[in-house]
């Protein structure tokens, strides 16, 4: 299984840009599909995640109502929407994957619980 994440790039402070996530297993077949983000010399972030049953999703505070995931399931394929930019928005986004469906609700935001990563794509929001 491999995903590969595309989409960042430079963008004002108040502009969009969507992030894609491509999956050589199928997007449908894992229980989560998340977002992170990371800055130099801090942790991993949990953003966003999407879950196979039901479709329900999860976001960290700072993005509710500005960023949207889902997932075309036809397409393997996995979205971030990101409206409304802010500059601490900046980092390197990473999807990731529940591909063994191991993960229990209570660690959906934790990055140690998923088990396939894509390489990353960098976001930068200017002021």
């Known amino acids: 299984v491999q995903l590969q994440a595309s989409g960042g790039g430079l963008v004002q402070a108040g502009g969009s840009l969507r992030l894609s996530c491509t999956s050589s297993g199928g997007t449908a077949n894992y229980a989560h599909v998340a977002w992170f983000r990371q800055t130099p010399g801090k942790e991993r972030e949990f953003v966003a995640v999407i879950r196979r049953d039901g479709g329900r999703t999860y976001y960290t505070d700072s993005v509710k109502g500005r960023f949207t995931i889902s997932r075309d399931n036809a397409k393997n394929t996995l979205y971030l929407q990101m409206n409304s930019l802010k500059p601490e928005d900046t980092a390197v986004y990473y999807c990731?994957?529940?591909?063994?469906?191991?993960?229990?609700?209570?660690?959906?935001?934790?990055?140690?619980?998923?088990?396939?990563w894509g390489q990353g794509t960098q976001v930068t929001v200017s002021s």
């Open positions: 990731a994957a529940d591909v063994r469906g191991r993960i229990i609700l209570s660690s959906i935001r934790t990055p140690s619980s998923y088990d396939t």
